[in-house]
């Protein structure tokens, strides 16, 4: 097929696999709705050069990936799908750009697996359906690699400098410092094992520090020079605390990354227990290729695994090299009549089948929650399972439709291996679908929605918001919250990460301080009773394992 048309025809599925129904579901606490808030409140203060949340300094992320979002929240208003579509813009660049790199790297059937099973792997096809900002810097940090393996022995060795500085220089200001420490350590690793440059010169990577440098500079330099060093302090103290402490209970074991990719990038992650070291005979540029995306995925999989916290998108950077080696095992199995290992079938059959497990259980859940509850000690996971949401047993058929046809394909690869891993593919592609479409809001029903909607009533009311107990973003983004004016509401704490001192809403005051206007409260019905035994909190019902309060002025 004509080259040209596998562009087209890749674009325009992607379009249709992450482009619609954005905005089907409510935004995830807290990644998703935090983001948001951030553009969201840029929209409001029209100051577009710091990040904000509720209207004080946000130290935690740079503003690139909120800068997209607020440019897609001015073109389709503020809400879900503006804050999803970054991303998905993403997915249908990546799976391009997989498709290019894939074909440059080995051969036009490799790229076009390695698009294939990066869109049929249940996590990396979901992340295009999110709002949150690891797509995007993923993205650029694949980019930048793939400059870098240009650059060896290119006759545009210097172009390719440039561009792969520019693209860590944009992953710098999508998410951070981490961006230069991956890519540095992948560097190093890379050198060492070709003891030297070794057709590499030194000079290039001057040029690509350089370029790297002076694109973080568009940011990081107006932002010195107009409110000092206090940002650019606070927040390479806060990525530096997120490797050495356990940030809002995610200390995982160190085996947790392993886990996510495994059973999150399924089927690709299965075909990894393919590869024979003795059998990868490739050209140079191809073995390369190969290198580097052993190296990527080596250096972020340790390094997220010493990290103390430990959250399932961090890992999210091993897609790519996940799926590029599993997409040439898939490929050669195809082109040399290889046969696939029956360990990796049937690897393929355990984990396929926890996952229709799962999906199929979930009606189940639904429908007998009444004989589950009793089983349950949460009182606020009690309170979530007594959401009103309609299942019907009819809904078990996705996962036994899934379940057969994992069978059905694993069985049939030892004999028809390209016709089985297709039909995979699309099983794969089609059941995520399922999962985020059909699934997910129900899901969503259970955990949040009935927040979400108290916080919703309250948009545009000249009122205080507040959770009590617990940390969320929710209330200022679905409340459409303004700047306070009260110079009470604000005081000033300690924060356990990073920053010495943050501005935050003052608890204490809107509980027993003199009010000037009503203020709403929200928390789980787990710690409701420290909070019912405030006179002058007045309740005003629960619904889902959620309380409110109101406390008049």
């Given at each position: 097929m004509a080259?040209?048309?596998i562009?087209?025809?890749i674009?325009i599925a992607?379009?249709?696999?992450?482009l619609?129904?954005?905005?089907?579901?409510?935004?995830?606490?807290?990644?998703?709705?935090?983001?948001?808030?951030?553009?969201?409140?840029?929209i409001?203060?029209?100051?577009?050069?710091?990040m904000?949340?509720?209207?004080?300094?946000?130290?935690?992320?740079p503003?690139?990936?909120?800068?997209?979002q607020?440019?897609?929240?001015?073109l389709?208003?503020?809400?879900e799908?503006?804050a999803?579509?970054?991303?998905?813009?993403?997915?249908?660049?990546t799976?391009?750009?997989?498709?290019?790199?894939?074909?440059?790297?080995?051969?036009?059937?490799?790229?076009i697996?390695?698009?294939?099973l990066?869109?049929?792997?249940w996590?990396?096809?979901?992340?295009?359906?999110?709002?949150?900002?690891?797509p995007?810097?993923?993205?650029?940090?694949l980019?930048?690699?793939?400059?870098?393996?240009?650059?060896?022995?290119?006759?545009?060795?210097?172009?390719h400098?440039a561009?792969?500085?520019?693209?860590?220089?944009?992953?710098?200001?999508?998410?951070?410092?981490?961006?230069?420490?991956?890519?540095?350590?992948?560097?190093?690793?890379?050198?060492?094992m070709?003891?030297?440059?070794?057709?590499?010169?030194?000079?290039?990577?001057?040029v690509?520090?350089?370029?790297g440098?002076?694109?973080?500079?568009?940011?990081?330099?107006p932002?010195?020079?107009?409110?000092?060093?206090?940002f650019?302090?606070?927040?390479?103290?806060?990525?530096?605390?997120?490797f050495?402490?356990?940030?809002?209970?995610?200390?995982?074991?160190w085996?947790?990354?392993p886990?996510?990719?495994?059973i999150?990038?399924?089927?690709?992650?299965?075909?990894?227990f393919?590869?024979?070291?003795?059998?990868?005979?490739?050209?140079?540029?191809a073995?390369?290729?190969?290198?580097w995306?052993?190296?990527?995925?080596?250096?972020?999989?340790?390094?997220?695994?010493?990290?103390?916290?430990?959250?399932?998108?961090?890992?999210?950077l091993c897609?790519?090299?996940?799926?590029?080696?599993?997409?040439?095992q898939?490929?050669?199995l195809?082109?040399d009549k290889?046969?696939?290992?029956?360990?990796v079938?049937?690897?393929l059959?355990?984990?396929?089948g926890?996952?229709?497990?799962?999906?199929?259980s979930?009606?189940?859940?639904?429908?007998?929650k009444?004989?589950?509850?009793?089983?349950?000690?949460?009182?606020?996971?009690?309170?979530?399972l007594?959401?009103?949401?309609?299942?019907?047993?009819?809904e078990?058929?996705?996962?036994?439709?899934?379940l057969?046809?994992?069978?059905?394909?694993?069985?049939l690869?030892?004999?028809h291996?390209?016709?089985?891993?297709?039909?995979l593919?699309?099983?794969?592609?089609?059941m995520?679908?399922?999962?985020v479409?059909?699934?997910?809001?129900?899901?969503?029903?259970?955990?949040?929605?009935?927040?979400?909607?108290?916080?919703?009533s309250?948009?545009?009311?000249d009122?205080?918001?507040h959770?009590?107990?617990?940390k969320?973003?929710?209330?200022l983004?679905?409340?459409?919250?303004?700047?306070?004016?009260?110079?009470s509401?604000?005081?000033?704490?300690?924060?356990?990460?990073?920053?010495?001192?943050?501005?935050?809403?003052?608890?204490?005051?809107?509980?027993s301080?003199?009010?000037?206007k009503?203020?709403?409260?929200?928390?789980?019905?787990?710690?409701?009773k420290?909070?019912?035994?405030?006179?002058?909190?007045?309740?005003?019902?629960?619904r889902?394992?959620?309380?409110?309060?109101?406390?008049?002025?």
């Amino acid at each position: 097929m004509a080259t040209r048309r596998i562009y087209f025809l890749i674009c325009i599925a992607a379009a249709i696999l992450f482009l619609p129904f954005l905005g089907h579901v409510h935004l995830f606490d807290w990644d998703e709705i935090n983001f948001a808030e951030c553009a969201r409140e840029m929209i409001v203060t029209k100051d577009y050069l710091r990040m904000q949340i509720d209207y004080m300094p946000f130290y935690e992320k740079p503003p690139l990936f909120i800068w997209l979002q607020v440019a897609c929240m001015s073109l389709f208003g503020v809400g879900e799908y503006a804050a999803r579509l970054p991303d998905a813009l993403t997915g249908i660049a990546t799976l391009l750009t997989l498709f290019w790199a894939g074909s440059k790297a080995r051969n036009q059937k490799t790229g076009i697996w390695w698009a294939v099973l990066y869109a049929a792997s249940w996590l990396p096809q979901i992340y295009f359906k999110s709002g949150i900002i690891d797509p995007v810097f993923n993205y650029f940090i694949l980019l930048a690699f793939i400059q870098v393996w240009l650059m060896k022995g290119g006759q545009k060795r210097l172009l390719h400098a440039a561009l792969g500085g520019l693209f860590i220089g944009l992953a710098v200001l999508t998410k951070g410092p981490v961006a230069i420490l991956v890519s540095g350590l992948a560097l190093l690793v890379f050198l060492l094992m070709q003891r030297g440059l070794k057709g590499y010169h030194w000079t290039d990577f001057l040029v690509m520090a350089a370029i790297g440098m002076l694109t973080m500079l568009l940011w990081f330099g107006p932002e010195a020079a107009l409110h000092g060093w206090t940002f650019l302090r606070e927040f390479i103290a806060y990525q530096a605390g997120l490797f050495g402490q356990n940030i809002a209970d995610h200390e995982e074991p160190w085996y947790y990354h392993p886990i996510v990719l495994l059973i999150g990038c399924f089927p690709a992650s299965l075909f990894l227990f393919q590869w024979r070291k003795k059998e990868q005979v490739e050209p140079p540029a191809a073995a390369d290729f190969m290198r580097w995306m052993w190296i990527l995925f080596w250096v972020v999989l340790i390094l997220f695994s010493i990290v103390k916290t430990k959250i399932v998108h961090y890992s999210s950077l091993c897609y790519y090299p996940l799926t590029y080696i599993a997409a040439v095992q898939v490929t050669r199995l195809i082109e040399d009549k290889r046969q696939i290992r029956r360990w990796v079938q049937f690897g393929l059959l355990l984990i396929g089948g926890l996952l229709a497990i799962a999906i199929l259980s979930l009606p189940l859940v639904g429908i007998y929650k009444s004989q589950i509850i009793p089983l349950i000690q949460d009182p606020f996971a009690v309170g979530n399972l007594q959401a009103s949401v309609h299942w019907s047993a009819a809904e078990c058929l996705f996962g036994g439709l899934y379940l057969l046809a994992i069978i059905y394909s694993v069985a049939l690869m030892r004999r028809h291996f390209r016709r089985a891993i297709l039909l995979l593919c699309i099983v794969q592609v089609l059941m995520i679908q399922v999962a985020v479409l059909h699934f997910s809001p129900k899901v969503e029903a259970y955990s949040q929605r009935a927040a979400i909607e108290f916080f919703q009533s309250l948009a545009g009311k000249d009122v205080y918001l507040h959770p009590l107990g617990y940390k969320s973003y929710a209330h200022l983004f679905y409340s459409r919250k303004l700047p306070s004016t009260n110079p009470s509401y604000y005081h000033r704490v300690h924060s356990d990460v990073g920053a010495s001192t943050i501005m935050e809403a003052n608890e204490a005051w809107l509980l027993s301080g003199p009010l000037d206007k009503p203020a709403y409260f929200i928390c789980k019905v787990s710690d409701a009773k420290h909070w019912r035994s405030l006179p002058q909190l007045h309740e005003l019902g629960a619904r889902n394992g959620f309380i409110f309060f109101v406390r008049w002025p």
